[in-house]
């Protein structure tokens, strides 16, 4: 891997390449703010077919954003999937509780995955590095990568097993307010405290690259 600008500490590499794949402030707000948007209207309003429409509107909005700037769309695109989804899942039961549904079933999903690459010892967080860098598997070969990558993908599992295990009861019980407001509470706050998580265990720039570790 070769890059112009110049990094000593394994964090410093993982800092630079983890902004890289999750596109910046900006991509992990625009990732969100579709999600909060329905959120907030449903509990307030308790209108569903209004939720989503505000909610995919402002998507539109974004994504409108994007190609007039002619920069990437994919966050945005992720966005609007997400909550395309959500609304077909309500549109054939008629029910509010199963917008939610997909959110519980997709943290169920990367939490099982998340755990699982580290409890083999190849942390997901080090492929988003290999896909930056076009090294896939290169990251594995120095270990103090490999043990920073699994730290910070506990960070990415934590949340999503959280979310699970509140919104789930809450979702079988039928409890439509409660389900909202947990949406809210742990969706974006939480991811904010994780990333906030990552970039204190990112900051401290204590790992030196061993002298054969390639950088970007």
Not at 203 to 215: I, K, Y
Request: a neutral charge.
């Amino acid at each position: 891997m070769t890059s112009g600008a110049s990094v000593d500490t394994v964090e410093q590499l993982v800092r630079s390449k983890l902004s890289e794949a999750l596109g910046g402030r900006r991509g992990i707000i625009e990732s969100a703010v579709p999600t909060v948007l329905f959120t907030v209207m449903f509990v307030s309003t308790h209108e569903l077919r209004l939720s989503l429409v505000v909610s995919i509107v402002a998507t539109g909005l974004l994504l409108v954003v994007r190609l007039v700037q002619r920069s990437t769309v994919q966050f945005v695109l992720n966005a609007l999937i997400a909550i395309g989804i959500a609304a077909l899942f309500a549109s054939r039961t008629g029910e509010a509780r199963d917008v939610f549904l997909p959110g519980i079933l997709y943290n169920g999903a990367y939490a099982t995955v998340f755990v699982f690459s580290i409890l083999i010892g190849w942390p997901i967080v080090g492929f988003m590095i290999g896909s930056i860098t076009g090294d896939p598997t290169g990251w594995h070969d120095d270990k103090p990568i490999v043990r920073l990558c699994a730290q910070l993908t506990w960070l990415f599992a934590v949340p999503c097993i959280l979310r699970v295990l509140v919104q789930y009861p809450l979702y079988a019980g039928d409890h439509i307010a409660l389900l909202g407001t947990a949406k809210v509470i742990l969706g974006w706050p939480l991811q904010i405290a994780s990333f906030a998580a990552m970039a204190w265990l990112l900051s401290r720039n204590r790992t030196p690259l061993e002298p054969d570790a390639e950088t970007a």
